[in-house]
């Protein structure tokens, strides 16, 4: 498993609904990554602007394949990832204001 600390533009007219999908329980759910996806999301940081920045846990190769196809693609664009220490991520953003 690896770490990494993602940063991605969040589109902002869409920034209700992937609230409401982490609300409804309808990330969470999904298979096999859903888990890791929801924490993430929900604990995600401002940057700046609509630079958003969290750390996710991840076993695609490339990172976060499953997950841009299913739900980060929707929301996010220029997405990049930087390979972490488990637990590095959030505290290098600890200190940024959330996004929720």
């Known amino acids: 498993m690896a770490h990494y600390l993602v940063k991605a533009t969040i589109d ?3 920034l209700t609904e992937l609230k409401e999908r982490l609300d ?3 990330i969470k759910a999904m298979r096999p990554f859903g888990a890791a996806l929801d924490y993430s999301l929900r604990h995600a940081r401002i940057e700046t602007g609509s630079q958003i920045v969290w ?3 991840d076993y695609c190769r490339p ?3 499953m997950e841009r196809a299913a739900v980060l693609d929707t ?3 220029n997405l990049s990832t ?3 220490e ?3 991520g959030w505290q290098k953003i600890d ?3 959330s996004l929720w």
Do not use: I, W
Request: glycine share 8%; charged share 30%.
């Open 12 to 14: 902002p007219q869409k």
């Open 24 to 26: 409804n329980g309808e």
């Open 55 to 57: 750390e996710e846990e």
């Open 63 to 65: 990172p976060l394949a």
């Open 75 to 77: 929301y996010f664009s």
């Open 82 to 84: 930087e390979p972490v």
């Open 86 to 88: 488990a637990g590095a």
């Open 95 to 97: 200190h940024l204001e």
